[in-house]
């Protein structure tokens, strides 16, 4: 069973791939350190801290400084070093806002046109000079219940051309109590009671109530509103402080659910056994600290952690807020889209390869395989001419003993069935057919018509009758050459024949 669930899941892994969906990591910014997260299946982490005075609540003081410490942190997480890596950004708490309101139910059609009204005429800075957000919590038949972000866009702008500049490329901006509602739900999933969360981080006290499967209500309070100028904050004033704002989100809830959360869920790295006093003697709440069962992250990445989840959704579906200048739909669209180009064109390129390498191994097999056909024919050739050159020199021998028996025979004996013997003989060897032939003594010409396949075939003949003893002024006309229709040549031939005297 376990070999065939790591099958599935390379299979899965391989259709991810080839469908081009991009891995999109999560990038936390607080004011004292940089987080960065990938879920799985390639769990990977990294943090860089940030010196004090770079960033103050969550606004950039040093930006120069600020930019470096982004260089660095790049590097640090790897990945394509030719390309911006995509990243869902967290904010610093402080420089967000949000508030809960419900809208008549109009229909579907008409819920973005009325959202986004209303996000504006509840934003607390002018419309040209924010950024807007807002998200579904609940539908009933009369209304919507939605939950609007608002956040400053010269500060939003300031940290998103900052991660630009260092080769990230954010495809959707939200805050901390967003990113770490996908990691309640990733292990609480939804729940029809409000869940409280208190994440305690270096940049303050962040509450959030979880409900329905989303986040409902966000309240955030940073350290410097706490403890003003002050070096640290003393032990009773932490827990007064921690007492007095749970305090306000319980009545919260109370008043909005008609019931009060009975658990805090702790984010608060170092401070649970305290924050577990605190919450038993004082509020009678039991803490449970929020953990990851099986993963290798601890509450320090949860936000980043929460905010990789997000590229991990339908991006066709995903209608949560997001505090950039563009949609994230269309920005995972453009990242989707740059990954298909990049795959595709890496498989197009690997295709050809292989396609330059087989066509080239075709050719020098058929390159090698013709040298050797060409070296058999040659040699084939080679042997044939031999051997036809050996058996009409065994002509040419035999009319010359034809010859010399001719000469030492009464000369009443008529030579003229051995001579036509042999030119039959000798035309028949050299593909060459004899049609007339006339002969009256030695010493007169021969006169010889005939017919032949080609040229070659009647100057062969030609030049076997100049090698041949007792054969004289051969002749073989131009003019008595002629080429038929069908190819071949007839001709007209003549020599001159002498007696060769027997060898002493």
Request: proline residues 5%.
């Amino acid at each position: 069973m376990q070999y065939v669930r790591a099958f599935i899941k390379k299979i899965r892994y391989a259709l991810e791939r080839l469908s081009s969906r991009p891995r999109v990591g999560g990038v936390h910014v607080s004011d004292s350190s940089l987080y960065f997260a990938m879920s799985a299946p390639e769990e990977r982490s990294q943090s860089l801290r940030i010196p004090p005075g770079v960033l103050r609540e969550g606004k950039i003081a040093d930006r120069e400084h600020f930019l470096e410490i982004l260089t660095q942190f790049r590097e640090m997480v790897g990945g394509d070093e030719k390309r911006p890596l995509p990243v869902v950004v967290t904010l610093p708490a402080g420089i967000v806002y949000t508030q809960s309101f419900t809208i008549p139910n109009a229909g579907s059609s008409a819920l973005r046109e009325t959202a986004e009204l209303n996000v504006q005429m509840l934003s607390p800075l002018p419309k040209e000079q924010a950024y807007l957000g807002w998200q579904l919590i609940r539908e009933t038949p009369d209304q919507y219940e939605l939950l609007g972000a608002f956040a400053e866009k010269a500060l939003v702008d300031e940290i998103r051309t900052a991660l630009v500049a260092a080769r990230f490329q954010p495809v959707a901006i939200e805050f901390p109590s967003l990113s770490l509602a996908r990691v309640v739900q990733e292990i609480y999933h939804s729940s029809p009671h409000p869940m409280l969360v208190l994440n305690l981080s270096s940049d303050g006290v962040n509450l959030f109530i979880f409900w329905n499967g989303s986040l409902y209500f966000d309240y955030f309070r940073s350290w410097y509103s706490i403890q003003g100028d002050a070096r640290e904050i003393s032990e009773e004033q932490f827990g007064a402080v921690i007492v007095q704002e749970v305090h306000k989100v319980v009545n919260f809830s109370l008043s909005r659910f008609q019931e009060t959360p009975s658990e805090v869920f702790l984010v608060a790295p170092g401070f649970e056994a305290e924050l577990r006093r605190i919450f038993a003697e004082q509020l009678q709440l039991r803490a449970v600290p929020i953990e990851l069962a099986g993963s290798t992250f601890t509450p320090p990445w949860y936000p980043a952690l929460g905010a990789a989840l997000r590229g991990e959704l339908d991006r066709r579906r995903d209608r949560q807020i997001s505090l950039a200048p563009v949609s994230s739909a269309d920005l995972f669209f453009r990242e989707q889209l740059i990954d298909f180009i990049q795959l595709w064109r890496g498989i197009a390129v690997a295709v050809l390869g292989l396609f330059l390498v087989f066509f080239m191994s075709a050719s020098s097999l058929l390159t090698t395989q013709a040298r050797s056909l060409r070296g058999q024919l040659d040699l084939f050739s080679d042997q044939y001419q031999v051997a036809q050159l050996s058996e009409l020199r065994g002509i040419a021998d035999h009319f010359n003993e034809l010859v010399r028996t001719i000469s030492s025979v009464r000369t009443d004996v008529n030579p003229v069935p051995f001579i036509f013997r042999f030119i039959t003989d000798l035309g028949a060897t050299n593909r060459i057919t004899v049609r007339s032939f006339t002969f009256s003594s030695f010493g007169s010409p021969v006169a010889i018509a005939g017919g032949a396949a080609n040229y070659d075939a009647v100057v062969a003949f030609k030049n076997v009758l100049e090698s041949t003893s007792g054969v004289t002024n051969v002749s073989l006309p131009l003019a008595e050459l002629a080429q038929q229709e069908d190819g071949s040549v007839v001709f007209a031939l003549s020599f001159q024949l002498t007696p060769v005297t027997s060898a002493q």
